[in-house]
């Protein structure tokens, strides 16, 4: 439980997506839009863990009993030999498919379905991809191609979200809050999207990070289907909810 709750809570590779909407679209209640997102991914969690009691989890919890250690100060050696084991095991299982996912995206952004280098990110495979999908977030309050190809590319590290706005829509990083608004019907819109970013799929790492725990592709391949599903139903109700008051 566990495992599936935790990518419901907020992590700091998303901040900057919220800092950068928030400066955009609510200068004067950053503070407070921010903190909702992150007691939003809390209470969703929440719930989804008493669904999950009465589901998928019923009957008495198994007892867990751990005899702990004497705490004593850790010498540099023991210290210095638990930091290379975790490093090589991360450099062994996630950094691979870390690697590969960020060829792939980096591929399909940079060709055509020709195979032909593409100078303009609008030609790519990618924002094809992007096209094809904007019509399922209509609902959402953004349909733009270049938001939903953001998302795409967001699964690789929440962090290339904004970056790839800039790259998609040809403009400075610095010079994207100008344009940022024509892509959203609202600033509802806005909030709508920050909430999908909030629980939507976590970056590779994660979902690589899960598999290794459940030891079963399907498994977290629905994990991954489910976290979508909660994204897209709850910034529904903010967004359809949103509507009828603004």
């Not at 795409?152 to 610095?174: I, N, P, R, W, Y």
């Not at 629905?222 to 359809?240: D, F, K, T």
Request: glycine share 6%; proline share 4%; with cysteine.
């Amino acid at each position: 439980m566990t495992i599936l709750l935790t990518p419901f809570m907020s992590c700091t590779a998303k901040l900057p997506i919220y800092a950068f909407f928030v400066s955009v679209f609510f200068p004067k209640y950053g503070g407070l839009v921010m903190s909702g997102l992150y007691v939003l991914g809390i209470l969703i969690g929440t719930l989804i863990a008493f669904l999950y009691k009465g589901t998928l989890f019923k009957g008495k919890p198994v007892p867990f009993v751990m005899e702990l250690p004497n705490y004593r100060l850790p010498s540099a050696k023991s210290v210095a030999l638990l930091l290379w084991e975790k490093a090589k095991d991360f450099l062994s299982r996630a950094f691979t498919v870390i690697l590969l996912a960020t060829v792939a995206i980096w591929f399909l952004q940079s060709f055509d379905y020709r195979l032909n280098f593409v100078e303009n990110g609008a030609d790519s495979m990618l924002a094809y991809i992007g096209r094809g999908i904007s019509v399922i977030f209509r609902p959402l309050g953004f349909e733009d191609w270049r938001i939903t190809t953001a998302l795409v590319s967001g699964f690789t590290a929440k962090e290339a979200v904004v970056s790839s706005l800039a790259v998609l829509t040809e403009t400075s990083t610095s010079a994207l809050g100008t344009v940022l608004p024509s892509l959203f019907a609202s600033p509802l819109a806005a909030v709508s999207f920050l909430v999908f970013t909030l629980l939507y799929t976590p970056c590779v790492a994660a979902v690589t990070a899960i598999r290794k725990e459940f030891g079963s592709f399907w498994a977290t391949l629905g994990i991954v289907v489910m976290q979508c599903v909660v994204a897209y139903a709850v910034s529904l109700v903010i967004y359809s909810v949103g509507s009828l008051f603004i």
